[in-house]
């Protein structure tokens, strides 16, 4: 649906939401006031949550939740979205039971589903496939994770868990551990983070480092960023260390990846190198890196993070779809 929305509009249609009827594909799209504004709408689906459970502001609205790879948390926080907003959804999480198994393109694909759905949510592993939809579709796409490219709106429920745990993001040191090459998490969360004036720690193992692409945009917009290959030289001085997993489905050698899966093992032990008040993140699922006895520490968040998921994906979709 890009790159004009207003194109989308229905004649007449005097709604000017600042989202309305756009695509959301990559964290770029987002100056700070549009996150302050995210937010402010995140609260108030919290609240209402909360109090009540479900209103009617989507009654009568579509969304088709189109996943070529796996997920858990995404799908199903966006179903949980629409349905709590009290529209529906047109679930598709095994692509091999549509016509996708025919060898039906990714266009014609969204092409079909917006002839039934009001907005789509995909999930791809191909780098770009969310941009290639938005062009062949007259209705907003929502990327939910490109191959090894974004996940903005796992960025975006990030860093509102930010907020919510520490109270305030200019001043923090965040620092991001694990696959920083083949996350797609962290190159949409350190691009999202240098609207703001933090330091970014980068710690992985060497073949694994974040993206000449993502550190030259840092570069350019001025972001205090360091490399690393030891957590320990920057633990101290962290205020949101960020846990990734190893994406072994990225990996064309498994050898390399069973030699890397394990590089960082998260454990009570670590923490006693870490801040008192820090916020532990991971956008899950865990597969080792942080190990289950830190789970009841105050400082784990990575459960609360995916339930503030959920309250960011309503402010979504009810802002693209001209009701927030
Ligand atoms: N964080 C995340 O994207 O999780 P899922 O793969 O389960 O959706």
């Known amino acids: 649906m890009t790159p004009s929305p207003s194109a989308h509009l229905p004649l007449g249609d005097q709604r000017t939401g600042r989202f309305y009827g756009h695509d959301i ?145 200019d001043g923090l040191t965040v620092t991001m551990l694990g696959d920083l090459k083949f996350g797609r998490t962290v190159h949409s969360l350190s691009r999202l983070l240098s609207l703001f004036d933090v330091t970014l720690n980068f710690v992985s193992p060497a073949q694994l480092t974040m993206p000449e692409k993502v550190t030259a945009e840092l570069s350019r917009r001025a972001v205090k960023y360091s490399e690393h290959t030891r957590l320990d030289a920057v633990l101290p001085q962290t205020d949101v260390l960020y846990v990734t997993r190893v994406q072994k489905e990225r990996f064309e050698d498994l050898a390399l990846y069973e030699s890397l899966k394990h590089a960082f093992v998260i454990t009570p032990d670590t923490l006693k190198a870490a801040k008192p008040k820090m916020a532990l993140m991971h956008p899950l699922p865990r597969v080792g890196e942080i190990a289950t006895e830190v789970d009841a520490d105050p400082r784990a968040a990575y459960f609360r993070q995916m339930e503030y998921g959920l309250f960011v994906r309503m402010a979504l979709l009810a802002m693209v779809l001209g009701k927030a």
């Open 25 to 169: 594909l990559s964290v770029s799209q987002f100056s700070r006031d549009d996150l302050e504004y995210i937010f402010g709408v995140a609260e108030a689906m919290r609240t209402m949550v909360q109090h009540v459970g479900t209103i009617d502001l989507l009654k009568g609205k579509i969304l088709a939740n189109l996943f070529y790879e796996p997920s858990t948390r995404t799908q199903s926080s966006f179903m949980a979205a629409m349905q709590r907003l009290g529209g529906s959804v047109i679930p598709i999480s095994e692509v091999r039971y549509s016509s996708v198994s025919k060898g039906e393109s990714l266009p014609d694909t969204v092409r079909t589903l917006e002839c039934y759905a009001d907005v789509i949510v995909l999930r791809h592993p191909e780098l770009g496939a969310a941009a290639q939809a938005a062009a062949a579709a007259r209705k907003p796409i929502i990327n939910a994770g490109d191959g090894p490219g974004e996940h903005p709106t796992q960025a975006l429920l990030d860093l509102f868990t930010i907020v919510e745990e520490l109270g305030h993001v």
